[in-house]
């Protein structure tokens, strides 16, 4: 069994990222500069937010936070996104999910210009990327290709079960690996919480992408040996020993279905830090003008 190293993976992603600001800023090029708005104080949320900001100071972008109470209205919301999408500074911007209950966060994204989209959630770069036109990939379903291109998976001809079908992991996700590329031109299943005898399909699936959000979810009865298990979740459970009162949580039983597996992601380590090294190259994309000219 192979873990699937992605803090690593990250620091190696940031790392060109960083190398290609530095030649970028002595050609005489603009910096890089990601803006990220965040409303209220959801503790998951602040977290990434801040480890956003930290990575663009690490791979030299210029970075700006907007944070607000979640008093916010949905109104002053989309004033401050027209701001960012008319700012000339700013190369991209994220609005960090979710979103308090009374703002429409559809409405939100449909309102940001989809060539400062940097996470790839506007329905036009959605499209783009159902339709294999130039995009913003969104950042986790990147971050997965990622994985498992540096770690050399074979996935062509393999049946992949994705388990969850939100717009911002499991359908994507799902598009992606059916793709005739690499990684990519994988048989796809996507299970969601309707799905009838769901440990039916895992249990043949070369390929598990589980991003439902419920801790502990598979468990090695739901799959076959040689299995590849990517896990997105990351569910705060409480845990009195830490400093923290919470320990993280993935949606995969690790201790019972690692033995079983070729290659898993652990929890914490896996995808998340990817999904940030990401969100940086999609910035990079943009200030490069590389997917909208
Ligand atoms: N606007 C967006 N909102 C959300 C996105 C997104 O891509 N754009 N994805 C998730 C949250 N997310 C980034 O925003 C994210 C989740 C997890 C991690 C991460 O590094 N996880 C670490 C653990 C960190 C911790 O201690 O909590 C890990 O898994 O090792 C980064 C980013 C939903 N919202
Ligand atoms: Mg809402």
Request: hydrophobic share 40%; net charge negative.
């Amino acid at each position: 069994m192979t873990l699937l190293d992605g803090k690593k993976t990250s620091e190696a992603i940031q790392n060109e990222i960083a190398a290609e600001v530095a030649e970028l800023k002595a050609n005489g090029g603009k910096t890089p500069h990601l803006a990220a708005i965040l409303v209220g104080n959801d503790g998951g949320s602040v977290t990434y937010v801040n480890n956003k900001v930290l990575a663009c100071e690490r791979v030299g972008f210029e970075s700006s936070l907007f944070h607000y109470e979640d008093t916010l209205s949905e109104e002053e919301l989309l004033l401050k996104i027209k701001e960012l999408n008319l700012d000339e500074e700013i190369d991209g911007f994220i609005v960090q999910l979710p979103l308090p209950k009374h703002i429409d966060a559809e409405k939100v994204l449909e309102a940001i210009d989809p060539v400062k989209d940097v996470d790839g959630f506007h329905p036009i770069n959605v499209g783009r990327m159902v339709a294999g036109l130039p995009a913003y990939l969104p950042a986790t379903p990147a971050g997965i290709l990622q994985l498992l291109e540096r770690y050399e998976i074979e996935t062509s001809g393999k049946h992949c079960v994705v388990i969850g079908r939100s717009n911002i992991v499991g359908s994507p996700m799902s598009i992606l690996m059916a793709k005739s590329a690499y990684p990519g031109n994988c048989t796809v299943t996507l299970c969601h919480s309707r799905t009838k005898d769901l440990p039916s399909f895992t249990r043949q699936a070369d390929i598990i992408i589980a991003a439902i959000g419920k801790p502990e979810f598979v468990t090695a009865d739901m799959v076959k040996e040689g299995v590849v298990v990517i896990d997105v979740g990351t569910t705060r459970v409480p845990d009195a020993s830490r400093k923290s009162g919470f320990r993280l949580k993935g949606d995969v039983n690790f201790d019972e279905v690692a033995p079983k597996c070729s290659f898993i992601t652990p929890v914490p380590g896996g995808v998340g830090p990817l999904t940030i090294a990401m969100l940086l190259k999609n910035t990079l994309k943009a200030a490069k003008k590389e997917v909208y000219a």
